[in-house]
């Protein structure tokens, strides 16, 4: 993976597809990593966005999963799942 600043793709983006031709750039704004650049064919640009999609949604998932460990909810049981769905559905009923 290569890092290029915002800087590098607008002074120099010939330089940037280049590296893009080799390997995933990582471009940086101001140190900090903004968004990554991927080659892709023209005829699989769906299927890439899908993937990347896929992975992004299964990322955000893996860390509901441990947040929820850290604070416990994973040993929550049926009934207590009901009774926090019943009082959040009072809660919102209540005028």
């Known amino acids: 993976m290569r890092y290029m600043t915002v800087r590098d793709l607008r002074s120099s983006p010939a330089r940037v ?11 940086l704004n101001n140190g900090r990593p903004q968004a990554l650049m991927l080659a892709v064919d023209g005829d699989s640009v769906e299927e890439t966005a899908r993937a990347v999609r896929k992975a992004r949604l299964a990322e955000a ?4 999963r441990a947040a929820a460990r850290e604070a416990g ?4 049981t049926m009934d207590d799942i009901d009774a926090e769905i019943a009082a959040a559905r009072a809660e919102r009923h209540v005028v």
Do not use: S
């Not at 998932?61 to 509901?64: G, K, S, W």
């Open 73 to 76: 909810l994973d040993r929550l």
């Open 17 to 27: 597809w280049e590296a893009l031709a080799e390997d995933d750039v990582v471009v």
């Open 61 to 64: 998932v893996t860390r509901q």
